[in-house]
């Protein structure tokens, strides 16, 4: 197994750390964009990055709010697209947009907007994530970027020939708790990571119990909600690699949905990830990482850091923390949402960089996580509607 090789400096995302980013597992080097394919990212460099947002729910909203939390002369949100008129408007208004749409195509035709945020549900990510890339538009996609690994593919294969950026916004690796985590780890700091434990989970809300999380059609289950965060973070530290083992063991609904999942991956060179997600019990959300000359733990909630620990000496589990505080942002839907800010920086960065993919977030391991899923929810019994 090749561990994760930390390459370039990113100044954007953390100021006063040295934040570096790292290969996939193959060596697949990152590309550069075709500027005659995309001239507005190509050509306004010095400008402004201009989002056109798709989906006018809860997590877009945070978006956008987090985005305001960056230097106007960075990052500007000049669009926003809903599948009703009257929602785009009620979203354009609130947020102080300027121009807003009643259908996808048509923002997508809109030549002011550099690059596209779906935030949209993920059954809905192959048809808008393609509708994108097929109008020239760089995509940030939220997680999970599709169903399952063969939608992925194809979002991954669409963007690599049309020569555009696509990311898939699992926003917790660019967190600077997270980012510190993984310069630790290449740094060799704990040695040679061998074993990682992860859980995510909450119990539902009763008015949810007839929602998106417990229906098949709307890809519900703990598995593609919560449970690709720590199969993302195990694919992290583990350098990109795919498991050679995976083993799930788990309980369905009464709609078919997974409520609960338990896994274990088995890594090239004997590492070990162990991963519980449910959306029925509520547990603390951590992340362990341990390695041959230390350990690492990301404190709850480890989707969204901003702190990391680890133990003063083998026998003295008295904690030294360090602290990632995010800038306030009241009245938010999530968590930290502020932290989202991170992810569009490194959009920025990209596209500045004529880069087609992010090297923290790359689309292979986008892929590996997706395989990850794939092959735990066929274990455990669950089958989406096609």
């Not at 950026?165 to 061998?194: Q, Y």
Request: one cysteine or more; charged letters at 20%.
């Amino acid at each position: 197994m090749q561990t994760a090789v930390w390459l370039q400096l990113i100044p954007e995302l953390i100021p006063e750390l040295i934040p570096v980013s790292y290969l996939s597992n193959n060596g697949r080097k990152v590309g550069l964009i075709n500027s005659e394919l995309l001239p507005s990212a190509a050509k306004k460099i010095a400008m402004a990055t201009r989002w056109g947002v798709i989906g006018a729910g809860l997590i877009s909203s945070d978006f956008v709010s987090a985005i305001r939390t960056l230097p106007e002369s960075d990052h500007e949100v000049v669009a926003v697209a809903s599948r009703s008129t009257e929602v785009a408007a009620e979203f354009a208004s609130k947020h102080s947009i300027p121009a807003h749409y009643g259908s996808y195509e048509d923002l997508l035709k809109d030549k002011e907007i550099d690059v596209v945020y779906i935030g949209t549900i993920h059954p809905t990510h192959l048809s808008i994530g393609l509708m994108a890339l097929e109008a020239g538009k760089p995509v940030l996609c939220e997680k999970p970027m599709s169903l399952n690994a063969i939608q992925t593919s194809q979002l991954i294969n669409k963007a690599r020939e049309k020569g555009l950026f696509l990311m898939e916004a699992t926003w917790m690796r660019f967190f600077p708790a997270c980012v510190a985590l993984m310069d630790k780890v290449s740094r060799g700091e704990i040695g040679k990571v061998k074993f990682v434990r992860v859980n995510f989970s909450f119990r539902r809300p009763v008015e949810r119990e007839k929602g998106r999380l417990v229906d098949p059609t709307l890809g519900g289950g703990s598995v593609l909600d919560v449970g690709v965060y720590a199969i993302s973070l195990a694919t992290m530290l583990f350098g990109g690699s795919k498991p050679v083992k995976v083993h799930a063991e788990g309980t369905l609904l009464d709609t078919g949905v997974d409520d609960l999942a338990v896994i274990t991956l088995t890594y090239p060179g004997g590492g070990i990830a162990s991963l519980s997600c449910s959306i029925s019990y509520n547990f603390e959300c951590e992340a362990h990482i341990g390695g041959t000359e230390g350990d690492l733990k990301l404190p709850h909630p480890f989707w969204c850091p901003t702190s990391l620990e680890s133990p003063k000496g083998v026998y003295d589990f008295q904690k030294v923390s360090l602290e990632f505080p995010l800038p306030p942002l009241p009245h938010t839907n999530y968590p930290n949402s502020a932290g989202l800010r991170y992810e569009a920086e490194e959009v920025r960065s990209c596209l500045k960089r004529k880069a087609i993919e992010s090297s923290i977030m790359p689309l292979d391991q986008s892929l590996v996580v997706a395989q990850v899923a794939d092959e735990v929810m066929k274990q455990i019994g669950v089958i989406y509607t096609k």
